[in-house]
């Protein structure tokens, strides 16, 4: 009879170290009672695009020596969006700033490459920004 009483309780011990073990995995990280992350908005995905964009005509155009409106105060205003949370900011300066580092970089001085560039982007970010107005109301 003794052993399956031992049998028994390390029946139960097993069974109470799996059920502990599985509401582990289940609990949520963090502090209880954190709040939890605001979810990305559906067009985010453009919003990246276009702070990639931006990124790269802050240096292009004043490089070219072009006088156009600012793309970093472009930027800002974006990143002043009110249904933006945190992280998404975050991100969006993230790719602003890696475009505008990698474009540095790459491109030291205008050439002609730089104004192909600077033409395709323009275009590609004024369409990118009537794309986000009309599909998302913003």
């Not at 992350?37 to 072009?66: N, Q, S, V, Y």
Request: hydrophobic residues 45%; neutral net charge.
């Amino acid at each position: 009879m003794a052993t399956g009483h031992i049998k028994g309780r390390k029946a139960r011990q097993w069974a109470a170290a799996a059920v502990l073990s599985f509401l582990c995995l289940c609990a949520p990280a963090g502090p209880s009672g954190a709040q939890t992350a605001i979810p990305a908005p559906p067009f985010e995905a453009d919003l990246l695009r276009l702070a990639e964009i931006l990124g790269t005509l802050a240096h292009l155009e004043p490089l070219c020596g072009l006088d156009a409106p600012s793309a970093e105060t472009d930027m800002q205003a974006l990143l002043q969006g009110e249904d933006l949370g945190e992280e998404t900011r975050n991100r969006l300066a993230d790719r602003y700033n890696r475009a505008f580092r990698l474009v540095v970089a790459a491109q030291p001085r205008c050439t002609g490459n730089s104004r192909a560039v600077l033409a395709t982007y323009r275009s590609e970010g004024a369409d990118l920004a009537r794309a986000i107005v009309e599909r998302f109301g913003r």
